[in-house]
């Protein structure tokens, strides 16, 4: 059974550029949902998808913004950076219909913006 | 939003002695989780506990929930020096099972 995977692990960018941060889920889990974690801080929730589409949105700005394929990887998309965005990113897969809450989480993309 | 409140902030014990880590939330649950988080990496679950059950164990791991309190505690028997990592509550509403509101996190150090 294949873990979630993010890539890449590690990146740096600069105010006003853009990022996508990819994400594959658990073999099997067809739910997929993002966090941002700031140094010192828990995870927030940034959204869900859920067969394609976005069906759960926490308090972050339009230029967050993401995609589910049909194999149900995901991808995380940032516009216009602002350097409070540096963070640690988190993708969590889990399966829909299955009876338990339990997320399973990636390493996390760590992302820093200058 | 950070609805989980842990305590304390950070825990320092010797190796064998038992760690108590306690989460304060605010709004009804459908369930409380503790996830584990080694130096910046990815969350690992440990334990879940449904809003109508009132303790449940897993090997060295106790979870207690009182929810007219609205308090959970995280209890790990002997520990070890690689327990040593970030603890973190998470709580789901009904019906949002993938969005989990986090506490800030408590950091254990167990010496060895």
């Known amino acids: 059974e294949t873990g979630v995977t993010q890539s890449p692990t590690h990146l740096i960018k600069t105010r006003g550029q853009q990022v996508t941060l990819r994400c594959s889920s658990q073999s099997g889990h067809n739910t997929v949902s993002w966090y941002q974690q700031a140094l010192g801080q828990g995870p927030q929730f940034i959204f869900q998808y859920y067969r394609e589409e976005e069906n759960g949105r926490g308090n972050f700005p339009p230029r967050f913004s993401g995609l589910q394929f049909p194999n149900y990887s995901s991808e995380l998309n940032v516009n216009a950076l602002e350097l409070d965005d540096s963070a640690l990113y988190l993708c969590?897969?889990?399966?829909?219909?299955?009876?338990?809450?339990?997320?399973?989480f990636g390493e996390g993309s760590r992302l820093t913006v200058l | 939003s950070q609805q989980g409140e842990e305590d304390p902030q950070a825990l320092s014990i010797q190796e064998g002695e038992n760690a108590t880590m306690n989460c304060s939330y605010k709004?009804?649950?459908?369930?409380l989780q503790w996830y584990r988080q080694n130096s910046g990496r990815g969350l690992v679950h440990l334990i879940l506990i449904r809003s109508n059950e009132r303790e449940k164990h897993s090997g060295r791991l106790r979870v207690t929930l009182d929810t007219s309190k609205k308090s959970s505690s995280l209890l790990i028997t002997a520990s070890r020096a690689a327990d040593t990592a970030s603890y973190f509550c998470?709580?789901?509403?009904?019906?949002?099972?993938?969005?989990?509101?986090f506490g800030k996190g408590i950091t254990l150090s167990v010496r060895p």
């Open positions: 998470a709580t789901a509403a009904t019906g949002a099972n993938s969005k989990l509101t």
């Open positions: 709004t009804s649950i459908n369930n």
């Open positions: 969590a897969s889990r399966f829909t219909g299955a009876n338990t809450g339990e997320l399973f």
